[in-house]
């Protein structure tokens, strides 16, 4: 082997060659804008709680003024509208579960009167949310760069179903005896609500997204609950999740 020969085999490989070997990054834009979203939020229920039945049950038993407060899930489905709204099909669930006992009385025993209290609700929701500015801006004819943040509002309306059950152990107060039941009332009841929220960019589909809701329901209470107005199924909902763009 002579002395070029050799030299060329020890020539070590070049910048160009090393780029050339890096994968190719993920453009920042989209080909046309998106056609809708699919999300899924979690965060917590700051329930309102504010008719007789809970003014009852919290003057009775060891239940708190936040006790119904309560983690929550939602996923929405989104189909764009036009440039600044989308028409948003919802779901969402919570569940506050409290064991609780008489404030003034015991049984026979001296011991505690004990009961447990669970609500739970389902709302199905449809609603409008507009962006408060343009969520994007098109390069040519195909390109679509989204915004990194964008905030919007929204409102709609829907139906919200609700289970509010006692189990456990109550007392009689005409003649103060003390007796086992389980007691229920579930229906279905219209609901509104109002939103503000914004979407942060973390890739080019996938979206953080924070935010507010904050819904109007009351419900009628059934046979077991006689003599109480109606249920107040109000709340705050404040939330976080993710939502991708398709």
Do not use: C
């Not at 060891?62 to 006790?67: F, K, Y």
């Not at 407060?69 to 969402?92: E, K, L």
């Not at 026979?108 to 004990?114: S, V, Y």
């Amino acid at each position: 082997m002579d002395a070029d020969t050799a030299a060329a085999q020890a020539v070590p490989v070049g910048p160009q060659a090393s780029t050339a070997a890096q994968p190719a990054s993920e453009p920042d834009f989209l080909l046309g804008r998106p056609k809708g979203s699919i999300g899924i939020r979690t965060g917590w229920l700051f329930a309102r709680t504010d008719s007789d039945l809970f003014d009852f049950v919290r003057d009775q038993l060891t239940i708190g003024p936040d006790a119904f407060n309560t983690p929550a899930v939602a996923v929405d489905v989104s189909t764009v509208a036009s440039n600044r709204v989308d028409v948003v099909f919802g779901f969402a669930y919570s569940r506050a579960t409290i064991d609780s006992e008489y404030r003034r009385f015991v049984d026979n025993n001296r011991e505690p009167i004990a009961q447990r209290t669970r609500l739970q609700q389902i709302n199905l929701t449809a609603s409008a949310k507009v962006a408060v500015v343009p969520r994007g801006r098109e390069v040519g004819r195909l390109a679509w760069i989204p915004r990194p943040v964008s905030p919007y509002v929204g409102a709609g309306g829907g139906l919200l179903w609700y289970k509010f059950e006692q189990s456990g152990a109550f007392v009689d107060f005409v003649d103060l005896s003390v007796f086992d039941a389980s007691l229920r009332s579930s229906r279905w009841t219209p609901g509104a609500h109002v939103f503000a929220g914004a979407d942060f960019k973390l890739r080019r589909r996938l979206f953080l997204q924070a935010e507010a809701r904050y819904l109007w329901a009351k419900g009628p209470t059934g046979q077991d609950f006689v003599g109480f107005d109606r249920i107040d199924l109000s709340g705050l909902n404040v939330t976080a999740g993710v939502n991708f763009l398709f």
